[in-house]
């Protein structure tokens, strides 16, 4: 199983900014990336997902214009800028992998072990 490694969570006051990264080996060719957040007694739901060529993209309705997801294909990673940040963003993100483009979790096969995000108001 390949595993996926976030970074860059943590305790941010509401309208601040946050950057995750996710490394991962043989991350690129014909993978879609996503990014999924769990908030406490919460089901794990889609934020962000880009296609394995980084043309296209997909977000939830409620980060749209404020997240952007993007990834360097040359260095395995995947980023999520997270801006204007609100209590309710505040979650586990977690990095996935897939072959198939999509927005339900079950499609996606390989997951990072997540990285806390609080957003304080």
């Known amino acids: 199983q390949v595993q996926l490694v976030e970074s860059g969570g943590g305790l941010v006051q509401a309208g601040g900014s946050l950057r995750l990264s996710c490394a991962a080996p043989?991350?690129?060719?014909?993978?879609?990336m996503g990014w999924f957040r769990q908030a406490p007694g919460k089901e794990r739901v889609f934020i962000a997902a880009?296609?394995?060529?980084?043309?296209?993209?997909l977000y939830a309705e409620g980060v749209k214009g404020r997240f952007t997801i993007s990834r360097d294909n040359a260095k395995n990673t995947v980023h999520l800028q997270m801006n204007s940040l609100k209590p309710e963003d505040t979650g586990v993100y977690y990095c996935?992998?897939?072959?198939?483009?999509?927005?339900?979790?079950?499609?996606?096969?390989?997951w990072g072990q997540g990285t806390q995000v609080t957003v304080s108001s």
């Open positions: 880009i296609e394995w060529t980084g043309i296209n993209t």
């Open positions: 996935a992998r897939s072959t198939a483009w999509g927005t339900d979790a079950f499609r996606y096969s390989d």
């Open positions: 043989l991350l690129t060719f014909n993978y879609a």
